[in-house]
């Protein structure tokens, strides 16, 4: 079982930033990707970013850029570092690590920009 404990979402005006942070715990297999998705409402939960833990990241295209995705392999934590934050960002942010095949997930932090 893995648990997710995310940290780090609130409300900031637009151009803004914020640090998104997620530690994982329990039994997480050594080759893993971690990531953060997030979904605005009355839209499907969508890719923000992912990285493996080799540190190969993926970036959904209207974030790149704005967006750095970071992790601490020894603390099994990823972080979302948020820079030049839009309206169109507010969503709620899940925290994701990916094992083989078996998807884990957080409980979502909620991010909300304001114009």
């Known amino acids: 079982q893995v648990q997710l404990v995310e940290s780090g979402g609130g409300l900031v005006q637009a151009g803004g930033s914020l640090r998104l942070s997620c530690a994982a715990s329990?039994?997480?297999?050594?080759?893993?990707?971690m990531g953060w998705y997030r979904q605005a409402p009355g839209k499907l939960r969508g890719l923000g970013a992912t990285?493996?833990?080799?540190?190969?990241?993926n970036y959904a295209h209207s974030v790149t850029g704005r967006i750095t995705i970071s992790r601490d392999n020894a603390k099994n934590t990823v972080y979302l570092q948020m820079n030049s934050l839009k309206p169109e960002d507010t969503a709620v942010y899940y925290c994701?690590?990916?094992?083989?095949?078996?998807?884990?997930w957080g409980q979502g932090t909620q991010v909300t920009v304001s114009s």
């Open positions: 329990g039994s997480i297999c050594s080759i893993n990707t």
């Open positions: 994701n690590v990916k094992c083989y095949a078996t998807n884990y």
């Open positions: 990285i493996t833990s080799g540190g190969t990241t």
